[in-house]
C-alpha cells in the first residue's frame, strides 16, 4: 500500500497538541498585553475614585450654584476624604441656601472639630440641641468634642448621659454602645 500524501496518525496528534498550546499560551500573552493595568494598592483605587466623584461635584456646584443638595454632596465627599476646610466651605454654602438643616449642621460641627475649631463644634451642636435636644449624632458628637477636643471628661460623661436618656440604644460609629463608652470613661482612672 502506498502511503505517500498521508500523515502518521502520531504526528497528526503531535501537530494538533503543538497547535493547542501555542494558542493557548498566545491567547495568555494577548490577554496579559491587553488587559487594563490593574493596582495592587486598592487604596490607591479609592482615591481615584473620590478625586473624580469630587471633581463632578465640583463641576455641579459651579454650574448651579444655588443647588443646596450638592453642596452637601460636596460636603460629605470632603468630609469622607478628610478635607476638613473643604468641607466646612461646602457645609457653610449648603446651610446658606438650606438654613437650619440640623443635619448638615451637625457635620459642619464634625468638620469643626476635626479642623481643630472645638469652641465652634460646641456652639453649632448646641443650635442642633437647642432646636431639637434628642438629635442622636449632634448629642453624640458634642460629647466627643468635649471629650477628645476640650479635655472636659466630666462634660463628654453628662452629654452621653442625656443621649442614653434619649436613646437607650445608641452606638458609636465604631458599633460600640454609648452606655459602654460611659461605664469605660466612668472606670478609667482620671488624668
Do not use: C
Not at 118 to 131: M, N, P, R, S, T
Not at 158 to 163: C, F, N, S, T
Not at 179 to 186: K, N, T
Amino acid at each position: 500500500m502506498d502511503t505517500t500524501g498521508y500523515v502518521k496518525k502520531q504526528t497528526l496528534y503531535l501537530a494538533i497538541l503543538v497547535a493547542l498550546i501555542i494558542g493557548f499560551v498566545g491567547g495568555v500573552a494577548y490577554t496579559v498585553y491587553r488587559a487594563p493595568a490593574v493596582s495592587s494598592d486598592p487604596h490607591a483605587d479609592q482615591q481615584q475614585q473620590a478625586a473624580k466623584m469630587i471633581a463632578s461635584l465640583e463641576k455641579a456646584v459651579q454650574q448651579s450654584p444655588k443647588d443646596g443638595n450638592a453642596w452637601v454632596q460636596l460636603g460629605h465627599a470632603y468630609f469622607d476624604t478628610g478635607q476638613a476646610q473643604k468641607a466646612i466651605d461646602a457645609y457653610t454654602k449648603a446651610l446658606e441656601l438650606m438654613p437650619k438643616d440640623l443635619n448638615i449642621m451637625t457635620d459642619l460641627g464634625v468638620m469643626y472639630h476635626q479642623g481643630k475649631q472645638h469652641q465652634k463644634a460646641i456652639e453649632l451642636f448646641d443650635q442642633v440641641l437647642g432646636i431639637k435636644p434628642d438629635h442622636e449624632q449632634a448629642r453624640f458628637n458634642k460629647g466627643v468634642v468635649l471629650l477628645t477636643g476640650l479635655n472636659d471628661r466630666q462634660a463628654a460623661l453628662a452629654e452621653w448621659k442625656i443621649l442614653v436618656k434619649y436613646h437607650p440604644m445608641a452606638a458609636a460609629p465604631s458599633g460600640k454602645m454609648v452606655g459602654d463608652l460611659i461605664d469605660q470613661l466612668e472606670k478609667a482612672p482620671n488624668k
